[in-house]
């Protein structure tokens, strides 16, 4: 006599493979929640020092404009002040880039605007290097009470999203990161 599977057996082997797919499946869905932020992190970091190393090499005020567009995506683009004697008068160097999708710039004390979109928030970096801690108005940090710094808050455009912050500092114009929830 042949011996076969019941219907009971076959039901649980069913349940046991689907609650082996849910843990899979979470698994992979949180596997690449990290990598939007680094890559924004790494282009807010990269766009930060070609605009610092532009200003030391080229002896030109460098600025760097960040904001976010209708639809909270951050945008980032450098100028250059040719004028000193004209420090409105800016020419646009490079192109816009945008942080990777569902990724927007977070208002900070210091820049209250980018909760506004096509609001931008600027970093001025002078010819030795700093930034200018003065322009376009003084600069105050969130996360301490540190004179000369700005921040950068990085957000994550979902419930419970990832939040990175950088610092800049005003006499160096060292950047330094980290993230947090």
């Given at each position: ?71 909270s995506r951050g945008y980032i683009f450098r100028t ?11 020419t646009v160097f490079g192109s816009t880039n945008y ?83």
């Amino acid at each position: 006599m042949k011996r076969a599977f019941t219907l009971i057996e076959l039901l649980m082997v069913m349940a046991i493979m689907g609650v082996m797919l849910t843990i899979t499946i979470t698994a992979f869905n949180s596997l690449g929640s990290g990598t939007g932020v680094r890559g924004a992190l790494l282009q807010t970091r990269s766009e930060l020092s070609l605009a610092r190393q532009n200003a030391i090499a080229r002896r030109v005020k460098t600025r760097l404009h960040i904001g976010n567009t209708e639809d909270s995506r951050g945008y980032i683009f450098r100028t250059e002040v040719l004028d000193p004697k004209n420090p409105n008068d800016e020419t646009v160097f490079g192109s816009t880039n945008y942080l990777p999708k569902g990724f927007y710039f977070g208002a900070t004390v210091a820049a209250p605007q980018l909760a506004t979109p096509n609001q931008d928030d600027v970093f001025e970096f002078n010819f030795d290097g700093s930034a200018d801690s003065e322009y376009p108005d003084r600069w105050t940090s969130d996360l301490s009470t540190r004179a000369k710094t700005k921040d950068i808050i990085i957000k994550e455009n979902r419930p419970g999203g990832l939040v990175v912050t950088s610092v800049v500092y005003g006499m160096t114009g060292r950047i330094k990161h980290w993230s947090h929830k």
